[in-house]
Structures are given as C-alpha cells and as structure tokens.
C-alpha cells in the first residue's frame, strides 16, 4: 500500500514539475498576475504582478495521479470520488475567484454570498454521495460520546468543510506559508490513513503533498506564482474531507491550528472593531501582524510550519 502511495506522489510531483514553469511563462507573456489588496502592508505591493493561480496546476496534478494509481490497484472506489470532488469542487470556486480578479484586475472576485453559496452546494453534494455509499454518520461530541444523527452530521459537515476552505484560503498571505503548513498536515494525514490501512486517503494525500513539494519550488520567498484560491480553497476542502471521512473530524483543530489561529484573529479583530472601536492585532490575518512587529516573510513562515507541525505532533502523541 506504501509503495504505491508514493508512485503517486512521484507522479503529482513530476506532472507539476513539468507543467508549472509553463503556467509562469504563460501568465507573465499575457501579463496576468496577482492585484495586490490596498490595505495589505504596503511591503506587499512589489508583489503585484506576479503570476497567480498555480494551484490549478498542482491539483490537476494530484487529481490524475490519484485516478490513475487507485484505477490501476483496482481501488477506484466512492470514497476516491468523495476526495476528489471536495479538492476540485472547492477548487473551482476558486477557479472562478481567481478568474473575475484577473479579468478585471482587482483583489475582489466572486461575492461573498456567491462563494459561501456555491462552497456550501459542494458540501451538501459530498454529504449525498456520502449517504449513497451508506457511509457511517457518527459525530463525536464531548461528554455525550458518538451521535449518529444525520442531520447533526450534515450541518457539521458542511460547517467543516466552507469553514476550512476559507481558513486555508486566509493563510495563504506570506510567499510559502500555506504550501508548507498543506504539506504538514497532509502528511500528517498519509500517516494515519497508513494506521488505519485506508488506502483512498493515503494515494489522496500523497498525490497533494508531491504536488505541493515541486510548487513549493516556484512558490518560496521571492515567489515566481502563487497557488491563488484555486489552491487554497482546494486544499482546506479537501484537508476537511479527510479529516472527516478517516472518522477524526476534530484532529483538524489540532493538525490545522495554524489555519483555526489565522481564522480566530480575523473574527477576534472584526468583533474587536465592531464592539470597541480598537484593533487587537495590527493586522489580520495574523501572519500579518507578525510582519508589522518587524517579523520577515521567512521568519514568520517557519515559526508557523514550526507550530503547525508541534500541532500535528502532539495530535499524533496523544490520539495517534
């Protein structure tokens, strides 16, 4: 089961290795490229330009070399599609993001109603399919133990899923910051579906983390693109599903507490403003306010890897 788990994620690596340089020389002779939002630290503006939507690339990636290992080990089952629909679904609405901010070159795209809309319909569609394969609804909760109640399950669900599309998508901020801390909890992920010898989650994972190791290349300080909300939303979607259909839902608080904490402070600043008047932190999302403390981009990106693999870490140590 390893062995072809890591054919897969030689593959996803390989595929965007080969095809991202293209993406940059594309984009930059169309002269496509990110609009940097006005009120991000003024540091940030050199940044405009730069070629975005790379994580079209990367999951495109991940999407064949998990189709074709699992077709190949005759394992091309509904918790594949279910995976895979959560990684591609969440990434075309990004997809659509990104699209409308380069055709009209601005930082705003979809609206937010049309985002959250459309981010909840691939919710429910994963839930349905769910349900069609006769999938276990059974949701853990403090002092009550596992309830099997599918409409409980359903809200979760779809609370789990829109909720960590957009908690990737916020940390996606710094040049490297979201790739690496997606590698950290994907990987994290791989381990367990090798103790629990479930194999759609280990080609799944797999397939991410190999294409994210060759973007990581393009998109480390001074980033050459960016993976754009194609990619971020594409991978909180699918870091939720995950976490959901291996029967932890609640490890993502731990394994993915860099993307609750940048989630929190953007909540904590908004509730702040709104009740008070004053900010708590310079800045949300909250690598931000790092860098407004003095902080650089490499600085803040490996105290928070640091942090997210303490987290996946302690997960391990003490549920593992």
Same mark, same amino acid.
């Given at each position: 089961?390893?062995?072809? +788990? !890591?054919? %897969?994620?030689?593959?996803?690596?390989?595929?965007?290795?080969?095809?991202?340089?293209?993406?940059?020389?594309?984009?930059? +002779?169309?002269?496509? =490229?990110?609009?940097?939002?006005?009120?991000?630290?003024?540091?940030?503006?050199?940044?405009? =330009?730069?070629?975005?939507?790379?994580?079209?690339?990367?999951?495109?990636?991940?999407?064949? +070399?998990?189709?074709?290992?699992?077709?190949?080990?005759? *394992?091309? /089952?509904?918790?594949?599609?279910?995976?895979?629909?959560?990684?591609?679904?969440?990434?075309?609405?990004?997809?659509?993001?990104?699209?409308?901010?380069?055709?009209?070159?601005?930082?705003?795209?979809?609206?937010?109603?049309?985002?959250?809309?459309?981010?909840?319909?691939?919710?429910?569609?994963?839930?349905?399919?769910?349900?069609?394969?006769?999938?276990?609804?059974?949701?853990?909760?403090?002092?009550?133990?596992?309830? /099997? /109640?599918?409409?409980?399950?359903?809200?979760?669900?779809?609370?789990?899923?829109?909720?960590?599309?957009?908690?990737? /998508?916020?940390?996606?901020?710094?040049?490297?910051? %979201?790739?690496?801390? %997606?590698? !950290?909890?994907?990987?994290?992920?791989?381990?367990?579906?090798?103790? *629990?010898?479930?194999?759609?989650?280990?080609?799944?994972?797999?397939?991410?983390?190999?294409?994210?190791?060759?973007?990581?290349?393009?998109?480390?300080?001074? %980033?050459?693109?960016?993976?754009?909300?194609?990619?971020?939303?594409?991978?909180?979607?699918?870091?939720?599903?995950?976490?959901?259909?291996?029967?932890?839902?609640?490890?993502?608080?731990?394994?993915?507490?860099?993307?609750?904490?940048?989630?929190?402070?953007?909540?904590?600043?908004?509730? +702040?403003?709104?009740?008070?008047?004053?900010?708590?932190?310079?800045?949300?999302?909250?690598?931000?306010?790092?860098?407004?403390?003095?902080?650089?981009?490499? *600085?803040?990106?490996?105290?928070?890897?640091?942090?997210?693999?303490?987290?996946?870490?302690?997960?391990?140590?003490?549920?593992?």
């Amino acid at each position: 089961m390893l062995v072809f +788990s !890591i054919i %897969a994620l030689v593959s996803s690596l390989v595929l965007t290795g080969i095809f991202l340089p293209w993406m940059i020389i594309l984009m930059r +002779s169309h002269h496509e =490229g990110q609009e940097i939002r006005d009120e991000g630290p003024k540091w940030h503006e050199k940044k405009s =330009g730069t070629p975005t939507m790379g994580g079209i690339v990367f999951v495109l990636s991940a999407v064949v +070399s998990t189709i074709w290992v699992a077709l190949w080990q005759g *394992q091309m /089952n509904k918790l594949v599609w279910i995976l895979l629909i959560s990684l591609l679904g969440y990434g075309i609405i990004g997809f659509l993001d990104d699209s409308i901010k380069l055709f009209y070159k601005r930082n705003l795209g979809l609206k937010a109603w049309q985002k959250f809309s459309l981010q909840i319909l691939i919710a429910i569609i994963i839930v349905l399919i769910a349900v069609n394969d006769q999938f276990k609804f059974g949701l853990y909760l403090p002092f009550m133990g596992v309830v /099997n /109640n599918f409409v409980l399950f359903t809200l979760f669900a779809i609370f789990w899923l829109v909720g960590f599309s957009n908690a990737v /998508n916020l940390s996606d901020g710094l040049d490297g910051l %979201a790739t690496g801390l %997606a590698v !950290i909890a994907y990987g994290t992920y791989a381990y367990l579906a090798v103790k *629990q010898q479930n194999f759609a989650v280990l080609i799944f994972c797999m397939g991410i983390i190999g294409g994210l190791v060759s973007f990581f290349i393009f998109n480390h300080k001074p %980033a050459k693109i960016f993976m754009g909300d194609v990619g971020s939303l594409a991978l909180g979607g699918g870091l939720a599903a995950v976490s959901i259909f291996l029967n932890r839902p609640w490890s993502l608080l731990l394994i993915g507490i860099v993307f609750v904490c940048e989630t929190a402070s953007v909540i904590l600043q908004v509730i +702040s403003f709104q009740t008070t008047g004053k900010r708590i932190f310079k800045m949300t999302p909250i690598h931000h306010h790092f860098e407004m403390l003095g902080f650089s981009e490499w *600085q803040v990106d490996f105290m928070f890897w640091f942090i997210g693999l303490l987290g996946s870490i302690l997960y391990l140590l003490i549920w593992g």
